[in-house]
C-alpha cells in the first residue's frame, strides 16, 4: 500500500467518524429518545424544561411543541443562564442536526439533557400536539 493510499483511508475514516459524531451516534454526552418517549416524559414528569433551537420564522411556520421555550442555536452561548440547572432538558429543532450540537453544549455545562430524535419533523410525523403560538 503506498502513502497516497493510506492518506486516502485515512481521510475517508476521518469523515465517515465526523458524520457519526456529528449525528450524536458516538460520543453522545446525553440521552436521545423519539418523540413519542419525549412526549411520555413530558405527561408525566414535572421538572422538565422543552427547549426549541430553531428560528422564530421556522416556529411561525411549523408550530412548536407545547410549552416549549425558544432559544435559537446561535443565540444559546449567550442565553444559557435562562435554562434551568435543576431540570431535565428536552432538545428539538427542526430535523435534530442542530438540536444535537446544542444537546453536546447543554450537557458539557452539566445539564441533564435528551434530544429528541428527527425533531419537530418526526414530533408532527407522529400526530403529537403542536401550538401555533
Not at 435559537?72 to 428539538?92: A, C, F, S, T
Not at 444535537?100 to 441533564?112: D, F, M, V
Amino acid at each position: 500500500m503506498n502513502w497516497s493510499n493510506i492518506i486516502f483511508v485515512v481521510l475517508i475514516a476521518g469523515l465517515v467518524l465526523f458524520f457519526l459524531y456529528k449525528k450524536g451516534i458516538i460520543l453522545a454526552n446525553f440521552e436521545k429518545v423519539d418523540p413519542k418517549e419525549a412526549y411520555q416524559m413530558i405527561k408525566k414528569e414535572k421538572d422538565i424544561y422543552i427547549l426549541d433551537v430553531r428560528t422564530p420564522a421556522e416556529v411561525k411556520t411549523d408550530g412548536k411543541i407545547p410549552k416549549s421555550h425558544l432559544i435559537p442555536l446561535y443565540e444559546l452561548p449567550k442565553k444559557v443562564d435562562k435554562i434551568p440547572k435543576n431540570k431535565k432538558i428536552l432538545v428539538y429543532c427542526r430535523s435534530g442536526n442542530r438540536s444535537i450540537s446544542a444537546s453536546r453544549l447543554l450537557s458539557s455545562l452539566g445539564y441533564k439533557v435528551y434530544n429528541i430524535n428527527g425533531g419537530i419533523i418526526e414530533w408532527k410525523k407522529e400526530g403529537l400536539p403542536i401550538s401555533k403560538k
